[in-house]
């Protein structure tokens, strides 16, 4: 069965600083998708970046960048310089063939000014 | 520019109610979802569909069903509501079968039974 992990439930980070939200993994299957959202606190979901497990490096988009070390089934956001407005759920999930997304349970992140 | 439509955004009912909820996207998506999300636990998979005419379900289908009669709308229906089914709904659209398409959200609806 496949399972998404993320093990921290909340993060303060001082603006302008650069924060990693962890994501791991379980699957057995060789092929699949890595995405990372945001939920503001208006609710909607917002995707940021997404990594593919046969993609040789990791994937960026402006500030996120995705750290995935495939032997240590990991998948961590990275987001440099944040801001005010990255203070937010963010949420890590996986795809497989059949398109079926598995989420994790969430990390909430506050920027202090 | 929709993007994928949810309505209604917020609903009230009484055990025992049905109510469907709607879902549009005018993005000729084939591949559409929906999720429900509760406090600490993520969002998790209903139902999908992969085209017109087929459904499947997902890790909590109990209580719902759904139909995908046209490439843009896929309703989910609740048949006998109970408190358990208080949540937020998520609707959500990508295209083809391929891991690396991102699935668009809509806005959600916000679902409380009484």
């Known amino acids: 069965a496949q399972k998404i992990t993320q093990t921290q439930p909340g993060m303060f980070v001082q603006e302008k600083e650069a924060v990693t939200l962890d994501c791991t993994y379980d699957?057995?299957?060789?092929?699949?998708?890595l995405f990372w959202y945001k939920q503001p606190s208006s609710g909607e979901m917002i995707f940021l970046i997404y990594q593919g497990s046969y993609d040789q490096q990791n994937a960026t988009e402006g500030r996120y960048s995705l750290n995935f070390q495939k032997a240590r089934k990991s998948a961590n956001l990275v987001i440099s310089a944040s801001q005010l407005g990255d203070s937010a759920m963010y949420f890590c999930a996986m795809s497989f063939g059949n398109e079926k997304l598995t989420f994790g349970t969430g990390t909430r992140l506050t920027i202090i000014p | 520019n929709a993007g994928v439509t949810q309505t209604p955004k917020f609903q009230v009912l009484k055990t025992g109610q049905s109510m469907t909820l709607q879902c549009a996207q005018d993005m000729n998506h084939e591949y559409m979802s929906w999720y429900r999300q509760d406090p600490g636990m993520g969002l998790r998979l209903i139902h999908y569909s992969v085209g017109a005419g087929i459904t499947d379900q997902g890790e909590v289908p109990n209580g719902y069903n759904v139909s995908r009669s046209t490439t843009e709308d896929f309703p989910l229906r609740l048949l006998s509501a109970a408190p358990s089914q208080t949540s937020v709904y998520f609707c959500?659209?990508?295209?083809?079968?391929?891991?690396?398409?991102?699935?668009?959200f809509g806005d959600g609806t916000r679902l409380s039974i009484l």
């Open positions: 699957t057995s299957d060789p092929s699949y998708g």
């Open positions: 959500a659209s990508s295209y083809g079968l391929s891991p690396n398409q991102p699935q668009h």
